[in-house]
């Protein structure tokens, strides 16, 4: 019972800060990556990896256009091409400035996080890409119906999400390379390639002659976020990035930008017609955790809370 009323807080709060963030008559307008201050500009070098996704460029460029004023001109440039787990090790050695990434303990530990959920909680929302022959989740009701029939959730190897799934029970494929996991879909060596929900459209388009498709039956969700994460020595960029998007928070700013990306993303994608399979992440530190809660789209419930929590004030 414990976690029905976890599931219906989320899907509550899910309906309600999406509509009650949208604005009609926003004025912003997207910066540009480089701007036009006379000062010298502050190279800032980011992963190429995110360097061309038109809501991180909208929204980090929101945050820094903020504190031209205290911290001076900038300009963003993509580093070579790196894998994800390369990026970090380039990140802690310096070789890079900014990276953004998934909700981990050990990147957290390594390196230095903002702690403003950039998609407000979305990387927890969860569909399947399958082949476009698969009918494997047309009765499957349930997350215990989906682990006692064996399927399984194909992964990246080095993403903290293949332990969320594994701590809940599920089955899972671990792959290395991130290109791989399309073609091992097409080979069925798993069933389901979970992917976040804003992150389905632009696969469908990259990979539409692969024959995949979207999945129309299910969605996993539970608390993660990606958050920006930067070397652990470079404070004024840190310092910069936490002053600008709270300014960004406060004048709704950052709200604006969300919305005028995401803000039907999930009636688009059906989720109140989707079976809802809501997983703990017991993964996530305490910092992440209570940003998730206060910025993202949904709250979560800790399902293990006694009945005296539930009566202990905040």
């Not at 800060?17 to 540009?32: L, P, W």
């Not at 980090?60 to 390369?86: R, V, W």
């Not at 070789?95 to 959920?117: C, F, H, K, V, W």
């Not at 059906?270 to 017991?282: A, D, K, T």
């Amino acid at each position: 019972m414990k976690i029905v009323n976890a599931l219906f807080l989320v899907i509550s709060l899910v309906g309600f800060s999406v509509d009650g963030f949208a604005r009609q008559d926003s004025s912003k307008t997207t910066s540009e990556l480089t701007t036009n201050n006379a000062s010298t500009p502050e190279p800032i070098v980011i992963w190429q990896a995110i360097y061309h996704d038109k809501y991180i460029q909208e929204t980090l460029s929101n945050a820094l256009d903020l504190t031209i004023g205290s911290h001076g001109d900038y300009n963003i440039i993509s580093s070579n091409e790196l894998s994800q787990e390369q990026a970090f090790e380039a990140l802690k050695k310096g070789g890079i400035d900014l990276m953004i990434a998934a909700a981990s303990n050990l990147r957290e530990q390594t390196t230095s996080a903002i702690y403003i959920p950039l998609y407000r909680g979305l990387l927890g929302f969860r569909l399947c890409l399958v082949t476009k022959s698969s009918n494997l989740f047309d009765s499957v009701r349930t997350s215990q119906e989906f682990i006692d029939r064996g399927l399984s959730v194909g992964l990246g190897r080095s993403w903290p999400d293949s332990d969320v799934y594994r701590d809940n029970g599920f089955k899972v494929v671990l792959v290395d390379v991130y290109e791989s996991l399309i073609e091992l879909l097409r080979q069925q060596q798993f069933d389901c390639f979970s992917r976040g929900i804003f992150e389905v459209d632009d696969e469908l388009t990259k990979y539409r002659h692969t024959g995949i498709k979207l999945d129309e039956h299910l969605i996993f969700i539970y608390p993660n976020a990606n958050f920006i994460y930067v070397n652990v020595n470079n404070h004024k960029l840190k310092q910069r990035l936490n002053s600008g998007f709270q300014i960004a928070i406060t004048d709704q700013s950052f709200y604006d930008i969300f919305n005028s990306h995401f803000s039907d993303i999930l009636i688009k994608k059906g989720i109140y017609e989707r079976h809802i399979f809501l997983m703990g992440n017991s993964r996530l530190t305490e910092r992440a955790s209570k940003a998730i809660n206060k910025y993202g789209i949904a709250s979560f419930v800790s399902t293990l809370q006694s009945s005296e929590d539930d009566d202990t004030d905040d």
